[in-house]
Nanobody, 117 residues
Framework: QVQLVESGGGLVQAGGSLSVSCAAS????????MGWFRQAPGKEREFVAE????????SYADSVKGRFTITRDNAKNAVYLQMNSLKPEDTGVYYC??????????WGQGTQVTVSS
């Protein structure tokens, strides 16, 4: 079992930067791939970024590639998402998730990110 708690959301102007964090508790955090997803009002949850268990591989949605960076610190049981050049369409609730054996099986409660134009 892994518990995930996101933090760091807030309000930022378009073009600005924001970093969100996810703290994990439970066992063997390093055994899980970690991801960030987001959900805008009236839309389905969508994939944003993922980082492999060792931190050596990452993948991004096309819409955030080159602007967002996902990192993890296995010693601190944490994963981060640095968001630069933010756009109003990046607004949404950002969720942290843990992947094991093919699927994302643990989810946090989310943190709100609002980008004003």
């Amino acid at each position: 079992q892994v518990q995930l708690v996101e933090s760091g959301g807030g309000l930022v102007q378009a073009g600005g930067s924001l970093s969100v964090s996810c703290a994990a508790s439970g066992r063997a955090f390093s055994n899980y791939g970690m991801g960030w997803f987001r959900q805008a009002p009236g839309k389905e949850r969508e994939f944003v970024a993922e980082i492999r268990r060792s931190g050596g591989g990452t993948s991004y949605a096309d819409s955030v590639k080159g602007r967002f960076t996902i990192t993890r610190d296995n010693a601190k049981n944490a994963v981060y998402l640095q968001m630069n050049s933010l756009k109003p369409e990046d607004t949404g609730v950002y969720y942290c998730a843990a992947r094991r054996d093919g699927g994302f099986i643990y989810w946090g409660q989310g943190t709100q990110v609002t980008v004003s134009s």
